[in-house]
């Protein structure tokens, strides 16, 4: 049986939607027929899905949350590990699912598994909730006949990449409300104060400083061509996302972006993590090394260094180490070729994988805190600078008229 999605009119003329079970689309229709409905479409639920979104491999959900995608994925692991066959186990979730899209996706996987596909090819089938990192650790552990333990591992990672989405945006939260706040007063002072106050020099006929005329000027500007510099800055920032849409100039800007002090180690520290992390869990789940490796290098978000991780992949499909190609690349801590160099020389590569992710993981944690914590009191230090330049420009004239009296 397949999942179809249906648009209908019910006995007194009222438009209905909603997902139907039916071996063809012409039975489907049939159905809603017998209900004394009138179907308008009839749709493969899947078919619907793929013709959405083309394949993705950086997002772990796309038609989904993440949040809505570690629920999926707990709630089967708890099912499984329960014991209940795989097609109760998805009948069983969809059933609790309170979203319309989430349920319908769960019951078009569980009519692919119905008709004899395996879970990971009827997850497959749904590109924009399931990624191929999802679709090729279910499918390791239904090949070694351990999925409910992949599933409750990939839930402890969906989990975890939630969390860590989660946590990261809270931390920047206040940072980004202080900047955007200070930007906000200096603007205010400069369009709207500042000619004020600097009209009653002006009128009297008083010399003014260099530093007050300055003031004045940048003043001038921005209350005659501000509107007009914000246009642009947003069409530079359109025109530079348009030019990144191009391989070869995306390619040599995140190549460029890694060199910038600060942003670089953290973006380097950023992808090793998330390397380390999807690494670990297709490894534990049976996915051979050489795939692991090409699936882990597609969701990392700098394609500089994605390019390097093919050439790791490439190098241990051709015999060579891990650690050795991770070293060459130069785009990974040596703490974390250490670790992975000392699981394959003890043959526990699986095992250290998973503690270099946690390692990874902390670092990266310690390293964004690290930055808050300064971002903070730096833009405190600027804005507490600029304003201070804009109260001494202002005062300055006051004073040299004291002075001369």
């Known amino acids: 049986m397949a999942a179809f999605t249906y648009a209908a009119l019910d006995p007194g003329g009222k438009s209905c939607k909603g997902l139907i079970e039916a071996e063809s689309a012409r039975l489907a229709r049939q159905q809603l027929r017998d209900k004394g409905w009138t179907p308008l479409s009839v749709e493969d639920n899947s078919l619907a899905d793929k013709q959405a979104s083309g394949r993705s491999f950086g997002a772990l959900g796309g038609g989904i949350s993440v949040s809505e995608l570690a629920s999926f994925t707990r709630q089967m692991a708890i099912v499984l590990n329960a014991g209940i066959p795989l097609e109760e186990a998805l009948s069983a979730v969809g059933r609790q699912c309170a979203k319309a899209r989430l349920r319908s996706i769960i019951l078009g996987v569980r009519a692919g598994v119905l008709e004899g596909r395996s879970l990971a090819q009827s997850l497959s089938n749904y590109p924009n909730a399931f990624s191929d990192l999802y679709c090729a650790t279910v499918g390791a552990g239904e090949q070694a006949g351990h999925l409910d333990v992949v599933m409750d591992e990939l839930a402890d990672y969906t989990e975890r990449s939630h969390a860590n989405v989660q946590r990261t945006r809270l931390a920047l939260i206040y940072p980004v409300m202080l900047f955007v706040m200070s930007m906000a007063i200096v603007a205010v002072l400069m369009v709207f104060v500042v000619p004020d106050i600097v009209e009653v020099y002006v009128s009297q006929g008083q010399s003014l400083p260099l530093l007050t005329r300055f003031l004045i000027d940048a003043s001038d500007f921005l209350r005659s061509y501000g509107a007009f510099l914000l246009i642009g800055l947003v069409m530079l920032v359109g025109l530079v996302q348009y030019a990144l849409l191009k391989p070869p100039l995306r390619m040599r800007w995140h190549r460029a972006v890694l060199r910038i002090p600060l942003l670089g180690p953290l973006i380097r520290r950023f992808n090793a993590a998330r390397f380390a992390g999807t690494l670990s869990i297709l490894s534990s789940g049976g996915v051979p090394l050489v795939e692991a490796i090409a699936i882990a290098g597609e969701v990392l978000g700098n394609v500089y260094i994605r390019d390097k991780v093919r050439e790791v992949g490439q190098q241990v499909e051709e015999g060579g180490s891990l650690h050795l190609g991770l070293e060459q690349s130069g ?72 002075q001369l009296i």
Not at 349 to 359: E, F, G, H, I, K
């Open 331 to 402: 785009q990974f801590p040596p703490l974390m070729i250490h670790m992975i160099a000392s699981g394959e020389s003890a043959g526990e590569l699986d095992a250290m994988l998973a503690r270099v992710a946690t390692n990874q993981q902390q670092e990266l944690d310690n390293l964004v805190t690290t930055m808050v914590s300064l971002f903070e009191p730096a833009t405190l230090l600027i804005m507490g600078a600029v304003v201070l330049v804009i109260v001494v420009a202002i005062l300055q004239p006051i004073l040299s008229l004291n």
